[in-house]
């Protein structure tokens, strides 16, 4: 609408207000076996940490306060969503079962003036909302078609296999309060770097450490100055402040295993602060990822991703 003069270019980049503090993107494809383990973890840190417990907070620059959503917004509450991408198992059914079982029950309305609690808040559930997307599009068509949806103040990403740790997500917040710009705009980036040496990466095959390096170089030699700095691109938990989206989402192309770097790179060119912050990680069982075919698919992603930049595909106008 913007291009087309209907309405301001400024208005190009607006976001409708936040209704809950916390959006968890979750990509789903044939998880049926890994991810109930992720969202019992996810849930129990979410409602312990953002869900309604009664009282509103002031304003505050302390740290663990702003980990636990109260730094000075006083919307509280979660949601997770479940973007399950052309899944041909039970994972839907898996998803939907363990919501109802799981349900986080609202606090009871007052019948009277009689009834009414010492300090009057609204209360509201988490919610787990799941999206079934017909073909399966790649890791990052589910992420994206997600994102589109939150609701969250902040938004977060992370694979359904639960290898991120969910009690580092107050990590990604407080490093993205402290870099936001004037607008709100950041975005943190979860780091294994300084996992390199340990058990978690040194018992992993000669070849998958030898084509991360390679994949490595190639961010390097290939994406943009700042997306080059960042040691750990492919780790699959990112932050998003809610104003940073409409800088990154709608100009989104990648669906395949490079969406990452694509998020950064069109970051980076709206000049959106980024932060690189150090995350627990484990390896799990049963990835979808074929070491050879796949990074193969990165690397010729990668090169596209560079002459399509280079060529103004992505440029704003």
């Not at 994102?147 to 917040?173: E, I, P, T």
Request: with cysteine; glycine share 10%; hydrophobic share 40%.
């Amino acid at each position: 609408m913007a291009r087309r003069g209907q309405i301001p270019q400024e208005e190009a980049y607006q976001v409708t207000d936040a209704e809950v503090f916390m959006s968890l993107v979750v990509p789903a494809y044939n998880e049926q076996d890994r991810i109930p383990g992720m969202l019992q973890e996810a849930v129990e840190y979410l409602e312990q940490q953002y869900g309604h417990h009664g009282t509103k907070s002031k304003s505050s620059s302390n740290g663990s306060l702003q980990a636990s959503g109260r730094q000075g917004d006083p919307r509280r509450g979660w949601e997770i969503i479940i973007v399950s991408d052309g899944s041909r198992d039970k994972t839907v059914e898996i998803v939907l079962d363990f919501a109802r079982t799981h349900y986080v029950k609202p606090a009871p309305t007052p019948k009277g003036p009689w009834d009414r609690p010492s300090t009057p808040t609204t209360i509201t559930p988490g919610a787990i909302r799941i999206v079934q997307l017909e073909q399966n599009r790649g890791k990052g068509g589910a992420v994206t078609h997600g994102m589109r949806h939150a609701r969250g103040q902040y938004v977060v990403f992370a694979d359904a296999d639960g290898a991120s740790k969910f009690s580092d997500l107050g990590k990604l917040v407080v490093g993205s309060e402290r870099a936001k710009d004037k607008l709100g705009r950041a975005v943190a980036v979860g780091s294994r770097a300084h996992m390199v040496g340990t058990d978690a990466v040194v018992k992993r095959s000669r070849l998958r450490n030898l084509l991360m390096r390679a994949f490595h170089l190639g961010i390097w030699l290939l994406t943009t100055e700042r997306t080059a700095q960042i040691k750990d691109t492919q780790c699959g938990f990112k932050l998003f402040t809610r104003p940073a989206l409409p800088y990154i989402i709608p100009y989104m192309h990648s669906e395949g295993w490079i969406f990452d770097v694509e998020m950064l790179m069109l970051a980076e060119s709206a000049e959106i602060p980024m932060v690189e912050v150090p995350v627990g990680w484990k390896e799990v069982t049963g990835s979808k990822l074929n070491v050879v075919k796949d990074s193969i698919g990165m690397a010729v992603g990668l090169g596209l991703l560079r002459i399509c930049w280079g060529a103004g595909i992505y440029r704003r106008e």
